[in-house]
């Protein structure tokens, strides 16, 4: 990524349990998790679980900026297809997302997954919806 991208204040509930740090710029953002055993499967490697929870967030994240700029509040993800390459055991999983397009209603972003050795793990493309909250609600 070539852009310097700002650190995410007001972690989530869901990113503080994980663990995971955020890192986002204008379509683009980077996820790192430091894994633990809680973030791994029976066999020792990342959950596909935590693999497609860094995804959605990464993915998330470069796209707030289309979402605010049109007005909208918020984003849900539509759907997300992964490709699972290979393990990531111990050390940092690091997930780079970026903004791909979109429209009025929908955007498209795509990431990929990387291990401690910077090796590939895995990829993900993803659709998100723009939402609106009535006036009065909170988000």
């Given at each position: 990524m070539d852009?310097?991208?700002?650190?995410?204040?007001?972690?989530?509930?869901f990113q503080r349990n994980m663990g995971y740090h955020v890192e986002a710029g204008d379509?683009?953002?980077?996820?790192?998790l430091e894994l633990a055993e809680r973030h791994l499967n029976r066999a020792g490697i990342a959950h596909?679980?935590?693999v497609m929870a860094l995804f959605d967030a990464a993915m998330g994240y470069?796209?707030?900026?289309?979402v605010k700029e049109d007005g909208y509040r918020g984003l849900v993800t539509v759907?997300?297809?992964?490709?699972?390459?290979?393990?990531?055991s111990d050390g940092t999983l690091r997930v780079e997302g970026r903004r791909t397009g979109g429209?009025?209603?929908?955007?498209f972003c795509e990431a990929k997954a990387f291990d401690s050795?910077?090796?590939?793990?895995?990829?993900?493309?993803?659709?998100?919806?723009?939402?609106?909250?009535?006036?009065?609600?909170?988000?």
């Amino acid at each position: 990524m070539d852009r310097v991208l700002r650190n995410i204040s007001g972690d989530s509930g869901f990113q503080r349990n994980m663990g995971y740090h955020v890192e986002a710029g204008d379509g683009e953002a980077t996820v790192t998790l430091e894994l633990a055993e809680r973030h791994l499967n029976r066999a020792g490697i990342a959950h596909g679980g935590t693999v497609m929870a860094l995804f959605d967030a990464a993915m998330g994240y470069a796209c707030a900026p289309a979402v605010k700029e049109d007005g909208y509040r918020g984003l849900v993800t539509v759907s997300m297809t992964t490709n699972f390459i290979g393990p990531a055991s111990d050390g940092t999983l690091r997930v780079e997302g970026r903004r791909t397009g979109g429209g009025r209603k929908l955007v498209f972003c795509e990431a990929k997954a990387f291990d401690s050795a910077g090796e590939l793990v895995a990829t993900c493309t993803g659709t998100f919806r723009k939402f609106t909250v009535p006036e009065g609600e909170s988000a």
